[in-house]
Nanobody, 114 residues
Framework: QVQLVESGGGLVQAGESLRLSCVAS????????MEWYRQAPGKQRDLVAR???????TYADSVKGRFTISRDNAKNTVYLQMNSLKPEDTATYYC????????WGQGTQVTVSS
């Protein structure tokens, strides 16, 4: 059974940083591309960042230069370092294994105040 457990969210002020973590179990983590999504109230869930099994990173335009995705295969963990946070980054953040559809964690809430 695939499980994804996100953590690290919180309430911060604009310009501050947070580091999100997601621990995966039930999958062969090292061969999976991993992704971070976010969903603001009343909006669709959007892809924020992706990292392939080889470490290639891609980002949504809205977070380029501010967010960094990374992974630690020994810990089955994917991270999202978020710097220079803006109020529009406020959302619930979810991680996902790209190849596994419809399996989501509980998410972690990020709230950025202005």
């Amino acid at each position: 059974q695939v499980q994804l457990v996100e953590s690290g969210g919180g309430l911060v002020q604009a310009g501050e940083s947070l580091r999100l973590s997601c621990v995966a179990s039930g999958i062969h983590f090292s061969i999976n591309s991993m992704e971070w999504y976010r969903q603001a109230p009343g909006k669709q869930r959007d892809l924020v960042a992706r990292i392939t099994s080889r470490g290639r990173e891609t980002y949504a335009d809205s977070v380029k230069g501010r967010f960094t995705i990374s992974r630690d295969n020994a810990k089955n963990t994917v991270y999202l370092q978020m710097n220079s946070l803006k109020p529009e980054d406020t959302a619930t953040y979810y991680c996902k294994a790209m190849a596994i559809i419809n399996v989501w964690g509980q998410g972690t809430q990020v709230t950025v105040s202005s």
